[in-house]
């Protein structure tokens, strides 16, 4: 990975959330006047508890919930030690005789052993008398954290209900946008910061998010060793809760963490003169916290166990097919996620896209499987009827040893079975499903596109959409995998780490460290093969792959309308909704054909034709159109919505027509007008001390959750809109450029000039995690050095000939492997004493 010699410095102006003038203000208020809120010293945490307070609607849900964490732990372990201990399975099974003198029924109290007797096996148990103790320690500290966080919790239903005048009973019927919006405004008032005189929707989502952006950020980056090549199994992708909880541990807050406070990166973390000593001390850390966890191992492992044991048992057994389902993985949702996303707009997105996965990747039943199915299913069927008909017959049969164990088995068998039995009825669209997918979950390796088909994509796309069934394996397997790949695999990144938090951490005035790719500032950050071309200024290094920042910024200014971006990402913005806009009325010239870009919103209309994400491509429609059906969900009988002009605005066909017909422009897929009735009764609703549920006309307490879910499809729609827009022009830009190149060379001389041109082709193609290109050090050096350049220390120095050096094969970003190309080659890690070597500002790409 490439290593800049730059020091930690403040974050530039362009970075700034203060208003001008106010980069340094600090607010006096007299003693007296001191509202209860002000000056929160914590205000990460503060942010934290307000919004997992929002999602867990209200304190009492809280309360509950933790109060049940609690009993269940104490059960989990008291009732795995009893049936351990004090049951007698020799007469629970009939192999003991038991002798009644006023029954001959054997009952279940006839299997447990007397308390003394239990008690001295107990005691006599030395794994469990060491189970009861680890449990009992980690069952205080949760006590003590259950208790302190009560009455921090405490604190925030005062907020909400004196400040933010939201009581408990109306919360679940506020949305976030709405809890945001009042925060930002009692800032005037209460000056729960200090340091800034007006807080911004995006000093919120930092101070919540700080430490999450930076696990995006090092996904992105593939920085995390997450992804492994295992023999016969090809690559796998291997990151559980028990991983991500120790990579937090040794990041963030854990003792001897990178951070010294939950909002500030150590001093020493932020100078790249003793870089290596500081490796040198991650990876000791590192392999400590590898050894404890290893040591730690059997009773993570037997929780883990009986934890699932008790947790799956009863699904199973009601819904047998339930491990046949799939679930997003852990690795899908950091990979998938965009910066400044909170959790519930990521699974908003996920829940969205779920149907369409699994629809997708039951595409591919074998057919192997499917005839062994049917027939597995055919036998084990039989024999169960003849087994419920025999127990229909005469109850009696149930009596007969086995026989109910089998109705059980045989009837497990059957519903595994069907689940590799495909719908006869389905059909075949793996790229209109995959279409689909990327309108929600915006993000996909490009060599996806145009392959939907292949077991390739399906294996990739695997990874992140998996088996419930793995995923509870890989949670078991977990405490024995973990160890070991923080000392083998995390320690060796260790140089790498240190290299990226200082690199990549900036400070912002009013927040402190945080990322600086959760700044979504396309100049430092930007991909030139994702509409930042001429606008960037970032090196390979600096680049987010796979589009991450502009997707990012663009979805965070669709779902946060009132927030103002920087002037560069402002025109971004603005450039790529023109775009957008002048392809709407190509199309409604009739020039489809040249309107490439747009025919991906195709599938929209017939993958969800009950979705407001396609009927809203039909035309904003006004509240009164909008009615709850019978059976509560929200009906939308859409009229061809009308411009200003009178022109109806967009409307997708089935793709089956081949084109896309579009009458009038764009804005459909924007927000409504401020005129219109949703957003007038939004702001009422969010400028007010108004019940949501009372807003507009007051009469109705579905009538604001109707609202808030129309503004909310809007900006989903806007979203997927874009989101397929840019990955049309991505891909487009990726195939005329190869185009250009191919034409070069079949018009240049049949000489050895031919040759030449073959090498140099690709040097301009977009690099990213799906196209690395193989290029000479001549040509890598000479597209870093109109790139490349360093903007946080001050001085900005372009890249000369004597730093050019080979670029190492690249793994991709996004965490798709790809293979090595010829000719590169990995250089060593300059050492301590070749850093000064280094010109100043020179970063050297390893």
Known sequence: MAHFDTEYQRLETSYNDSPPGEENLLVHVPEGTKPQWHHIENLDLFFQRIYNMHQKNGFTCMLMGEIFELVQLVFVVAFTVFLANCVDYDILFANKFVNHTDSAKVTLPDAFLPVDVCSARIRDNVAAIFILVISGVFWIHRLTKFIYNICCYWEIRSFYNNALKMSMADLPYFTWQEVQARIVEIQKEHQICIHKKELTELDIYHRILRFKNYMVAMVNKSLLPVRFHLPMLGNWVFYTRGLKYNFELIFFWGPGSLFENEWSLKTEYKRGGNRLELADRLSSRILWIGIANLLLCPVILVWQILYAFFSYTEVIKREPGSLGARCWSLY???????????????????????????????????????????????????????????????????????????????????????????????????????????????????????????????????????YKAVFILEELLSPVITPFILIFCLRRKSLEIID?????????????????????????????AWMSAGKTEASIYQQAEDGKTELSLMHFAITNPHWQPPRESTHFISQLKEKVHREATVSHQGAVGDSHAFTSIHSLQSEEPRSLIANLLSGPPPLASLHLGRDGSLANHVSVGLSDGGAPTLRS??????????RGSYPSSRLPRPDHPAV????????SGTDARTVSSGSSAWEGQVTSMVLSEYASTEMSIHALYMHELHKQQSRGELSRHTWHRQESDESSESVIDDVEAPRNMPRSNTFPCTATPHQEGAALQSSG?????????????????????????????EEIQPGRHHEPVPEEGSEDELPPQIHKVT
């Open 332 to 466: 899908g949702r950091c990979y998938l996620r965009h910066f400044n996303e909170l959790d519930h707009e990521l699974m908003s997105r996920l829940c969205k896209g779920y149907k369409a996965s699994s629809k997708y990747m039951n595409c591919f039943m074998s057919p192997l499987f499917t005839v062994v199915a049917k027939n597995v299913a055919f036998f084990a069927g039989s024999l169960l009827a003849v087994l419920i008909a025999l127990t229909i017959y005469d109850e009696d049969v149930l009596a007969v040893e086995h026989v109910l164990s089998s109705i059980t088995l045989l009837g497990v068998c059957v519903t595994v079975c069907r689940s590799f039995i495909p719908d006869k009825h389905m059909v075949f669209c793996p790229e209109q499903l995959l279409k689909v997918i990327l309108a929600h979950i915006h993000y996909m390796p490009d060599h996806w596109q145009g392959n939907a088909h292949r077991y390739e994509t399906r294996d990739e796309f695997s990874q992140l959409f998996q």
């Open 500 to 528: 990226f938090f200082r690199n990549f951490t900036v400070e912002v005035v009013g927040v402190g460290d945080t990322c600086s790719f959760a700044q979504m500032d396309v100049r430092q950050h930007g991909h030139p």
């Open 789 to 817: 350049q360093r903007r946080y220390g001050g001085t900005t120095d372009a890249l000369s000939g004597a730093s050019r050096s080979q670029r190492s094969a690249r793994v991709a970003m996004g965490g798709w492997v």
């Open 653 to 662: 066909l089935s793709p089956l027509s081949g084109s896309l017909h579009m």
């Open 680 to 687: 007038s009764a939004s702001r009422a609703m969010a400028g």
